[in-house]
């Protein structure tokens, strides 16, 4: 179903597969969500990413990629830890979830401190406890923990210097095999999230980073009348080709109000316009 600006997650699964582009493999699923699925349900190190970045531009639906495409469909062996990034208190509603996810053993025992329940995590505790996951403290055989950082442009935006916190220094001990993070990233911070990854001793590839990008036209049409389908009614499939019409008539008005410009004051800029004395 339509979820406004709402991102779509783990209740829309099955419809959600029906908005994606593209060819899809004999399971039914699309090349955006396969390559994900392959590389984050793998548990040999060698053979998968210790970080991987999903970048794409705003409202292209990155986060629905994940929450509805990808994280559903993972295998149980993978542990999912997601969280929202923010731009003071990620590591400590990190260490949180982990907690939360793999217990106590995952903290090599030790009980969260007392400023931890005000939000304000000793720096020493999140490293130690992604460490303690790779080595496979608190995990079964064969489990993983797959932690997913959302919105990451806002940890970034305040963080601009790249200094040697305890984010980086956590992360620095994912391995891929048994703790593995994915971070997902507005296109115009692409610059910054590769200072992040140099940051992280790694580099973006065809292997670990992919892009999520904006529906084309007739992409954007078939999502639309699924939309209408959705809501069960031929009046409300007629409001999604009344929608792509009227978005059609505002590029031409746009571009006809340029044209008259051009024509009537020789100039495209609107701060030597004075048509209507404004």
């Not at 705003?58 to 990808?70: H, N, P, Q, Y």
């Not at 208190?89 to 990190?94: G, M």
């Not at 030790?110 to 490293?127: F, I, S, W, Y």
């Amino acid at each position: 179903m339509p979820k406004g600006l709402r991102s779509f997650d783990a209740h829309d699964a099955d419809f959600f597969l029906q908005l994606l582009p593209g060819p899809t493999d004999r399971e039914g699923l699309p090349e955006s969500i396969r390559f994900w699925k392959t590389r984050l349900e793998q548990t040999d190190a060698d053979a998968t990413c210790a970080v991987g970045l999903v970048y794409g531009p705003s409202g292209c639906g990155k986060s629905s990629l994940f929450k509805a495409g990808v994280l559903p469909r993972l295998a149980p062996h993978v542990l999912v830890v997601y969280l929202e990034a923010t731009p003071d208190d990620t590591e400590a509603r990190l260490l949180k979830a982990l907690r939360k996810v793999c217990g106590a053993a995952c903290g090599v025992g030790v009980p969260p401190a007392p400023q931890a329940e005000a939000g304000r995590m000793p720096a020493p505790q999140l490293v130690e406890t992604i460490a303690a996951l790779r080595r496979g403290q608190g995990l079964a055989p064969g489990q993983k923990v797959l932690i997913v950082l959302d919105q990451f442009e806002q940890w970034l935006h305040a963080h601009p210097d790249l200094a040697d916190g305890e984010l980086l220094r956590a992360l620095r001990h994912c391995d891929g095999g048994r703790a593995q993070c994915v971070v997902i990233v507005r296109d115009d911070f692409w610059m910054a999230a590769s200072r992040f990854a140099q940051a992280l001793e790694i580099s973006l590839d065809g292997e670990n980073s992919a892009a999520v990008d904006l529906f084309d036209t007739r992409h954007a049409r078939h999502v639309l009348a699924l939309f209408g389908r959705a809501y069960g009614s031929a009046q409300a499939q007629a409001f999604t080709l009344f929608i792509i019409a009227l978005a059609a008539c505002e590029a031409v008005v746009g571009l006809a109000i340029i044209v008259q410009l051009v024509r009537s004051a020789n100039t495209i800029l609107a701060d030597q316009v004075d048509l209507l004395k404004g």
